[in-house]
């Protein structure tokens, strides 16, 4: 019996499960992080912070799950810890760096999961698998036990399939959690629309989903999101050089993560003095966006998620994250929901959903689980 069926009898569960990504320490296993260069890592001598409160809260663990290689990816694609299948098209990349966390959702093998989000890796692979995922507010939930130890970005979030699961999850891993705040009534809201140039499909399924909402809508402005997503950029190749460069000498970090830390290491004390300036920026920037809404609204990305076969065939994937890693670089909470694509003009539709996201106030984490909560009844109701 390995070190897991001997702390967590899964033969008689009651209660929901959920499942934690390995970059996540569960005490009496080993956190590789996806990589072979942790094979021979020992095993965690004591849970996260957020593990400890999930099992303190009732929620049953049932098993780590896969990611891209040290959080440092967006396709999911793992060549050695494996990478796991989107449950909504298996032709089509998992997202990462969440990935395993993602498809445990979506592939109904987990009521939630735990992944984390440094540059937008809870975000993409919930819009790309097709589920809710959520980075709170940076600062809101610990940290404490997650790997990388240091960043300025990352934050520990929830995935799940309902609303209404993805708000327990944040009761038991945010102390001050306000559950009857994230279940209030938001028929009555104001959202603020930001303009993306987003591929035709995501902009008509975020359209026909607000549509739905009957919520009141401005048009707000973010001009600095382009610099911001640069910005994130070098601060996450930075911190991630910082926290695994060494490895790479030992010859068994994957061919695509080496090639990124490699380059990483290049990224001068200018580049992150001049990311910090634009970070001042652009908060500032979102919170003058968000004065007098509830929310922004956006894609989660410009586009519906590319297949394995072009990424192997050699397309570029770094924009994908282009609207999601600069609310990394701001720390302001940001949620996704998956949306239906409606028929396009040529009469072909997809089963693929597309991701809406929310963006709140630093702090109104509660608030954006309320506007989910909504969106999905009102989807729910006009697909009736």
């Given at each position: 019996?390995?070190?897991?069926?001997?702390?967590?009898?899964?033969?008689?569960?009651?209660?929901?499960?959920?499942?934690?990504?390995?970059?996540?320490?569960?005490?009496?296993?080993?956190?590789?992080?996806?990589?072979?260069?942790?094979?021979?890592?020992?095993?965690?001598?004591?849970?996260?912070?957020?593990?400890?409160?999930?099992?303190?809260?009732?929620?049953?663990?049932?098993?780590?799950?896969?990611?891209?290689?040290?959080?440092?990816?967006?396709?999911?694609?793992?060549?050695?810890?494996?990478?796991?299948?989107?449950?909504?098209?298996?032709?089509?990349?998992?997202?990462?760096?969440?990935?395993?966390?993602?498809?445990?959702?979506?592939?109904?093998?987990?009521?939630?999961?735990?992944?984390?989000?440094?540059?937008?890796?809870?975000?993409?692979?919930?819009?790309?698998?097709?589920?809710?995922?959520?980075?709170?507010t940076f600062g809101r939930v610990s940290r404490r036990g997650a790997w990388p130890r240091e960043s300025s970005l990352d934050c520990v979030g929830p995935f799940a399939r309902d609303a209404l699961l993805l708000t327990g999850v944040m009761q038991a891993i945010a102390?001050?959690?306000?559950?009857?705040?994230?279940?209030?009534?938001?028929?009555?809201?104001?959202?603020?629309?930001?303009?993306?140039?987003?591929?035709?499909?995501?902009?008509?399924?975020?359209?026909?989903?607000?549509?739905?909402?009957?919520?009141?809508?401005?048009?707000?402005?973010?001009?600095?999101?382009?610099?911001?997503?640069?910005?994130?950029?070098?601060?996450?190749?930075?911190?991630?050089?910082?926290?695994?460069?060494?490895?790479?000498?030992?010859?068994?970090?994957?061919?695509?993560?080496?090639?990124?830390?490699?380059?990483?290491?290049?990224?001068?004390?200018?580049?992150?003095?001049?990311?910090?300036?634009?970070?001042?920026?652009?908060?500032?920037?979102?919170?003058?966006?968000?004065?007098?809404?509830?929310?922004?609204?956006?894609?989660?990305?410009?586009?519906?998620?590319?297949?394995?076969?072009?990424?192997?065939?050699g397309a570029s994937i770094i924009t994908l994250s282009r609207l999601v890693r600069p609310f990394n670089l701001s720390g302001h909470p940001a949620l996704s929901i998956p949306i239906p694509v409606p028929v396009m003009g040529s009469g072909r539709t997809t089963s693929?959903?597309?991701?809406?996201?929310?963006?709140?106030?630093?702090?109104?984490?509660?608030?954006?689980?309320?506007?989910?909560?909504?969106?999905?009844?009102?989807?729910?109701?006009?697909?009736?």
């Amino acid at each position: 019996m390995n070190a897991f069926a001997e702390r967590f009898d899964l033969g008689d569960l009651h209660g929901p499960t959920i499942a934690i990504k390995d970059c996540i320490d569960i005490a009496g296993m080993p956190t590789r992080a996806g990589s072979a260069a942790l094979s021979d890592i020992l095993p965690a001598q004591r849970d996260a912070v957020v593990v400890d409160a999930l099992i303190r809260a009732g929620w049953h663990i049932v098993g780590k799950t896969n990611m891209h290689e040290l959080a440092y990816g967006m396709t999911g694609i793992n060549p050695w810890a494996g990478t796991p299948v989107n449950p909504q098209d298996p032709d089509l990349i998992p997202g990462g760096s969440s990935s395993g966390s993602a498809v445990a959702v979506g592939a109904c093998e987990a009521d939630a999961a735990i992944g984390s989000d440094t540059g937008g890796s809870i975000r993409l692979p919930a819009a790309c698998c097709g589920v809710l995922g959520m980075k709170p507010t940076f600062g809101r939930v610990s940290r404490r036990g997650a790997w990388p130890r240091e960043s300025s970005l990352d934050c520990v979030g929830p995935f799940a399939r309902d609303a209404l699961l993805l708000t327990g999850v944040m009761q038991a891993i945010a102390l001050d959690f306000d559950a009857r705040k994230a279940t209030a009534p938001a028929a009555k809201a104001r959202v603020g629309i930001i303009a993306t140039g987003s591929d035709a499909p995501v902009e008509a399924a975020v359209a026909a989903a607000l549509d739905a909402s009957g919520w009141t809508q401005e048009v707000r402005a973010l001009p600095g999101l382009h610099a911001a997503f640069d910005a994130g950029l070098t601060v996450i190749n930075q911190e991630t050089w910082a926290a695994f460069g060494h490895l790479v000498e030992g010859g068994r970090v994957g061919d695509d993560v080496a090639r990124r830390l490699k380059a990483a290491s290049a990224t001068t004390a200018d580049d992150r003095q001049a990311a910090e300036r634009v970070r001042i920026a652009f908060i500032e920037e979102v919170n003058l966006a968000l004065d007098g809404v509830d929310a922004l609204v956006l894609p989660t990305l410009p586009a519906l998620p590319p297949t394995l076969a072009e990424v192997a065939a050699g397309a570029s994937i770094i924009t994908l994250s282009r609207l999601v890693r600069p609310f990394n670089l701001s720390g302001h909470p940001a949620l996704s929901i998956p949306i239906p694509v409606p028929v396009m003009g040529s009469g072909r539709t997809t089963s693929v959903k597309a991701g809406l996201q929310l963006v709140g106030r630093k702090g109104d984490d509660e608030r954006l689980c309320a506007l989910a909560l909504h969106l999905e009844q009102a989807l729910q109701k006009s697909d009736h």
